[in-house]
Every structure is written in C-alpha cells, then in structure tokens.
C-alpha cells in the first residue's frame, strides 16, 4: 500500500496556515511536526513516512511566515503566543481533539508552550535539540549556560548565541545577508555536526565580531551540498519556497525576547509538565549543547515524566538521523502513548496536491 502526503490549507480569520498530512484522516489523535528556522513543513518529510507507515495520522505545517503560510509585516506578529494559536487553529479544523507534538529548533519552543500552556491538546511533547523552559525566554535565559571555558564573556558576552544578538542589533543586515543568494545561505547552513568542533568556539560566536553571518563579503560562500541533510532535490525545495518569502518572517523569531517571556510565565501548574516528555539530544549540537553545559537542567526540574536520548549528530537531527530519531520516537510512543498507536502498513511515499 503506498503512503501519500496530502497537502491543505486551514484558513480562519486570523490567518491561513499551509500544511503536509499522511495517514488515517478519521483519527481525532495525530503526531504533529513543528518546524523551526530557518525550514519549511518538508523538513519533517522522513518523519511523515514512518509515521504514516505505521497507522498515524500525522501532520506538518508551514509556521507563518514560512512556505505558504501567511507573511505578517512585524514583529510582533511572530511572537510565540500568536505560532501557538496558529497551531490550535489548525488541529481544531483538522478535527483532531490531542496530539503528540514534536518540535525542532524555533518548533520546540512552540510545542513546549503548546505543553505548558494547553496541556489538555496533548498526549506528550517531543523537542529535539531545544530543551524546555530556554529559548522561550529569550537570549538572556540562555546566556545562563554559557561554557565559560570555551566562550570568555569578555571576547565572547553572549557566547554561541552572538549571532541572536546579531539579529536584534543588526535585523536588516542579517536578513540581506541570507538573501543575497539563498542557495549557498542553505547549503552553507544546514551541515551535518562535526566531532572536531567540540570544545572551540562554534562559528555563529563570531556573527558580532565579524558583522554579520558571513563577514565583509555579505553572501553565503558557495560551499557543497551536504547530502546527509538535504537531497539537491531538497534543496531545490527550500530555495524556492526562500525566494517566496524571504527571510524577513522567519527571522523575526527572534525579535519577540520580551513577549515570549510574558507569555512563558503565564503558564499553567507554575509551567510544570505532567504529560509524558521526550527529548533528543543532539552530541555534535554546538548551538544548543545539552551535553557538555547545564542547558538542560531547567527541564529536568519541570517535567515530571521525562525521557532523554542522546544522538550522535548535529544540529539538523531529523535529517541527519533520520532513522534513529524515527526508532526512538516510535519506542517512546509505545511506551508512553499506546493509546494512539496506529495499525502497521508498509509503503511508498508520494507527494500530491
């Protein structure tokens, strides 16, 4: 039996979200996949595979701002509070009652307010890389955890994190910069994680000193195409869905310190979490390192059901082990979600419209 991706749109009043679907439509429980930055819903397609393979009804939207969901000219407008309600716009026109939602990079911070917030649409929440109760509260939370061995506060004051301070200092440059040629800002990007790199200073520390991601030149070096995270094909995906959209929206992720902080200690339960938590940690991850600094000790403290794996990759885990972050998923499902486990079906998958 072949597995296809359906594609659809979810238009409300306040805004229209783009989005992939494999899998039994009549399930009122689902997997949802929330990307981060800088990607698109396609970022979760080995992940719509397997699960979908397996019985799951399983879905994959387009954040606002990316692919083919609706731009907004501020801000503002991509603070966490208005992502989680896109999110529940969604489910709910799906007719889908509680999910399992998993998140990546800017797509954790979302399904962990999505956790926190709204625990009654969950059946348990899965971050990769991005570990609870960080980044959505902002460059200074994270500041916290800083490896001062390895990122001096005098030379280095926000550490791995100098490039997020980049955006706020600096929004326009950082955004031209992307775009000056969108290709080579992806392939130069999206890079498998490099054992060699552990314990130096990871290269986004040096945004600040340098001016900008890519130094005086202001363009994305054209580098080869690492093929363990995108296929050309892949890549041919992203620029186009870029070249729409610019890097404007997603970029503006992270303008909103201020508001996603008001809107984390809102909270329900003191943000304690109850609902089975899985996270994926990745080894070679120097932008969110959760193995050599404490960053992941907040979330050891607020959620009482929690389950860490570790993966040997870098930061682009869905990608790069694909196949491992699918057995762990799966695993941790049948342990702590059984009640949502679909019926094994083996197949092909196409994307249609």
Not at 110 to 129: E, K, Q
Not at 227 to 234: A, E, G, Y
Not at 268 to 285: C, E, H, I, R, S
């Amino acid at each position: 039996m072949k597995q296809y991706i359906r594609t659809g749109y979810v238009r409300t009043t306040r805004h229209k979200s783009f989005y992939l679907e494999a899998g039994p439509r009549k399930h009122r429980s689902a997997i949802v996949f929330v990307h981060g930055w800088p990607e698109i819903s396609w970022a979760w397609r080995n992940q719509l595979l397997a699960f979908s393979s397996l019985g799951f009804r399983v879905v994959a939207p387009d954040l606002r701002g990316c692919g083919q969901s609706n731009l907004y000219s501020t801000h503002s407008a991509y603070a966490q509070r208005e992502i989680v309600q896109d999110m529940l716009e969604l489910v709910d026109s799906l007719d889908i009652d509680r999910a399992i939602w998993v998140g990546h990079d800017w797509g954790a911070p979302v399904v962990w307010n999505i956790a926190s917030h709204h625990p009654n649409r969950c059946h348990g929440v899965v971050a990769l890389t991005v570990p609870y109760d960080t980044l959505e509260r902002g460059v200074e939370r994270l500041r916290e955890f800083i490896d001062r061995t390895v990122y001096p506060e005098i030379q280095f004051p926000y550490g791995q994190y100098e490039y997020y301070k980049f955006y706020q200092e600096n929004f326009d440059i950082a955004t031209q910069d992307f775009e000056a040629n969108i290709e080579n800002t992806f392939k130069i990007l999206l890079r498998r994680g490099d054992p060699a790199q552990a314990g130096k200073p990871f290269p986004t520390a040096f945004v600040r000193l340098q001016g900008g991601w890519f130094g005086p030149t202001r363009v994305a070096p054209d580098v080869p195409l690492d093929t363990s995270i995108l296929t050309p094909s892949d890549l041919a995906i992203y620029v186009d869905a870029y070249q729409r959209t610019g890097f404007v929206s997603v970029n503006s992720l992270y303008m909103n310190d201020a508001n996603n902080l008001v809107y984390a200690n809102e909270a329900m339960n003191n943000g304690v979490l109850k609902m089975p938590v899985l996270f994926l940690a990745g080894t070679y991850d120097y932008i969110n390192d959760t193995v050599r600094t404490n960053l992941i000790n907040p979330m050891k403290k607020k959620c009482r059901r929690l389950t860490i794996n570790q993966i040997d990759s870098g930061h682009w885990m869905q990608h790069e082990r694909a196949e491992e972050v699918n057995k762990l998923l799966s695993r941790w499902i049948a342990i702590n979600c059984p009640s949502i486990w679909g019926r094994y079906s083996a197949g092909e998958m196409h994307l249609i419209s």
